[in-house]
């Protein structure tokens, strides 16, 4: 292994002892007793299990009211609305024949709600989209507490879905889950004449019919979107972490092999409970090393900065504690391996057929940097992914990829990277820790120091850019309030646009924000996910119009280049919106999420580590303010107690 990856491992290890053998302890004792005791539903009462069959087909009941046959949920976030998610409209009747082949029978245990980011950018809805990995997370839970079910089929590909769904499933870690993709629509209108357009009509030379025609020609049918962003790093995390079948992630959908895939994980389901030959609990599975390969592929593919917040949040609910520090230090020792938009040109089509995942792995296996013994849900060894699956004669067959690259533009062996780091950085100083993705961003627009332009509403920097007031000048955008506890941390890209034409203009901009950019940031400089936020009282609260900051994403350091005396006369300027003002679309039925939602660094959510849980004030990650207040209005700053085992 890698030095620095195995000992960014050891240290995590380390730092979860505690908790992670509470949680161990917990799924092993459910576990034994699954495997001594047979199928789930065998131990309901009989009112409880009628209520379990009585709407199954003929097919299916009397497999459903016998005590012989595992018994596989199936949970979806299947709607219509949404392309990535609009294939699973077929897949439980797949699934449940594929389950029912393999001797088991599969139900659907209920949904999860999939929002769509793209929909909701700039948006009162965004400001609910965090916030819903969390409600996914108790959705999936209830959909599992019924006690039926031997195993788990999850069904989420984006943004908040997948890591939500994997939070709920590991809350009941002694069940094996597995992930079934849906795969990415195939390939549109070129990344760059799709940017090209929308700054294009950032400028006012293009007309909105001609925006709506580019972005339709983008995103143009069922699947998922092709550029590199949180959706498609969940598939390729999934993957790596074992929690896909090899090789799923990128295949298309309504092809003949995503319907073997699809069918294949049914069966594998059945193979994989406490009453087949292979019990995998998916609790066991996500272990430190699976943790830590995911963060080396997020670090080497140039993935969504959202992982940052959700890598976080995902390996808590396993009883493991993971920092920013350890995705920094790792992202020293990984090296860039890819080029995707909006990193590059190519889309995840271009990258699965110059060698996707399996050559990635691979060639990372190779070089020490990912751990190679791990549980997976194909069995043990993730050298079972660096097999490609394909038809042979109409048989799903899976075959070791030979040779490296197909398009060195796309994809690059750690031997010859794009770049020496994962270009994800961390940054820290006197204006706290915030993420800096610098994959996209040009060296010499690394480092910047020039004066703040303060805003408390990402529409009020978007309209001072209409009016000409952003013109001739170098400056960083400080956009706050923008933070989990003030309005949910909503991702920010509609500042990528107008931000880029200044930085085309020969300006030098940046951003500092304690919201969500997901990466998108491109080419722009940005510090986001600072932590402590505004309205908390963190100290981007008291940056002035005119004060000068200094953001070197090499170095990895953030300034407030202000006299130390000065800020500590300073008081915070602005605030977050009263629970009387954040209303509309549904936002004031969140209200306890604000107040409840955990630092950036602690993956921004409600829970806690499970296994770490604190008799004082139950598994959040922090104190409710008073009831019907937001926390500046409560009148006292919140306490924030660190993850267990981290040191103050």
């Given amino acids: ?266 069966r594998r389901a059945v193979e994989i409970t406490a009453h087949g030959g292979e019990y995998t609990p998916v609790g066991e599975l996500v272990d430190e090393k699976a943790i830590v390969n995911a963060c080396v592929a997020l670090l080497a593919t140039g993935g969504s900065t959202n992982h940052t917040l959700h890598l976080v949040a995902m390996a808590a609910a396993a009883g493991i504690v993971l920092t920013w520090d350890d995705l920094a230090c790792l992202s020293k020792a990984v090296p860039s391996l890819t080029r995707i938009y909006p990193n590059g040109q190519a889309d995840v089509n271009h990258f699965r057929d110059a060698g996707g995942m399996q050559v990635l792995i691979g060639d990372l296996l190779d070089e020490g940097l990912l751990h190679a013994d791990v549980l997976t849900v194909a069995g043990r060894g993730l050298d079972r992914y660096r097999s490609a699956p394909s038809l042979q004669d109409g048989t799903l067959a899976w075959a070791e990829v030979s040779g490296g690259s197909a398009d060195p533009d796309v994809l690059r062996p750690v031997k010859e990277p794009f770049a020496a780091d994962g270009g994800i950085h961390m940054v820290s100083g006197n204006l706290g820790t915030a993420v800096s993705k610098v994959s996209a961003v040009k060296p010499e627009h690394l480092v910047i120091e020039a004066p703040a332009r303060v805003f408390d509403d990402q529409l009020d920097l978007l309209r001072a850019f209409e009016a000409g007031d952003l013109d001739g000048q170098d400056f960083v955008a400080v956009i706050r309030y923008q933070g989990p506890s003030a309005n949910g941390m909503p991702e920010l890209h509609k500042l990528t646009p107008p931000l880029a034409v200044l930085l085309d203009r020969g300006q030098r901009v940046a951003i500092v924000t304690d919201g969500r950019m997901s990466g998108a940031s491109g080419k722009v400089p940005a510090a986001i996910h600072l932590s402590p936020e505004a309205a908390d009282g963190g100290p981007i609260a008291l940056v002035r119009e005119g004060d000068v900051i200094r953001l070197d994403s090499a170095a990895g350091s953030l300034e407030l280049l202000v006299p130390a005396e000065e800020l500590a006369r300073r008081s915070p300027e602005g605030r977050p919106l009263s629970d009387a003002q954040w209303v509309g679309t549904g936002r004031e039925l969140f209200a306890t999420f604000r107040r409840m939602a955990g630092h950036a660094e602690q993956g921004a959510g409600i829970f806690g580590v499970s296994g770490a849980e604190s008799p004082d004030h139950g598994p959040g990650l922090g104190f409710a303010a008073e009831a019907g207040a937001s926390h500046l209005e409560s009148g006292a700053p919140r306490p924030r107690p660190r993850p267990a085992g981290v040191p103050g």
């Fill in 1 to 266: 292994m890698n030095p620095v990856v195995q000992e960014i491992t050891d240290r995590i290890i380390e730092r979860s002892r505690a908790s992670r053998a509470v949680y161990l302890e917990r799924i092993r004792r459910e576990g034994e007793a699954a495997r001594a005791k047979g199928p789930a539903r065998a131990h309901l009462g009989c009112a409880n299990l009628a209520h379990g069959f009585a709407a199954a087909s003929a097919e299916d009941k009397p497999a459903l009211r016998g005590t012989a046959k595992p018994g596989v949920a199936i949970v979806t976030s299947y709607n219509d609305m949404l392309s990535a998610h609009q294939p699973y409209e077929t897949y439980p009747a797949e699934l449940k024949a594929a389950v029912r082949r393999a001797g088991g029978v599969a139900q659907v245990a209920g949904g999860v709600p999939a929002m769509c980011d793209g929909i909701t950018q700039g948006r009162p809805g965004m400001e609910l989209s965090l916030y819903s990995r969390d409600v996914i997370a108790m959705a999936t839970a209830i959909a599992l507490s019924h006690d039926m079910f031997d195993a788990t089929l999850l069904l989420g590909v984006c943004d908040k879905i997948v890591p939500g769904l994997l939070i709920g499933a590991l809350h009941f870690g002694h069940l094996p889950a597995i992930f079934v993709p849906a795969g990415p629509m195939t390939s549109g209108l070129p990344n760059k004449v799709k940017a090209r357009t929308r700054q294009l009509f950032a400028e006012g030379k293009v007309g909105k019919d001609e925006l709506l025609d580019a972005e339709a020609k983008s995103y143009h049918s069922p699947g998922t979107c092709t550029f590199y962003g949180t959706a498609n790093s969940n598939q390729a995390l999934m993957e790596v972490m074992g929690l896909h079948l090899p090789g799923s992630t990128f295949v298309n959908p309504h092809t003949e092999l995503r319907h073997a895939l699809t069918e294949a994980a049914g």
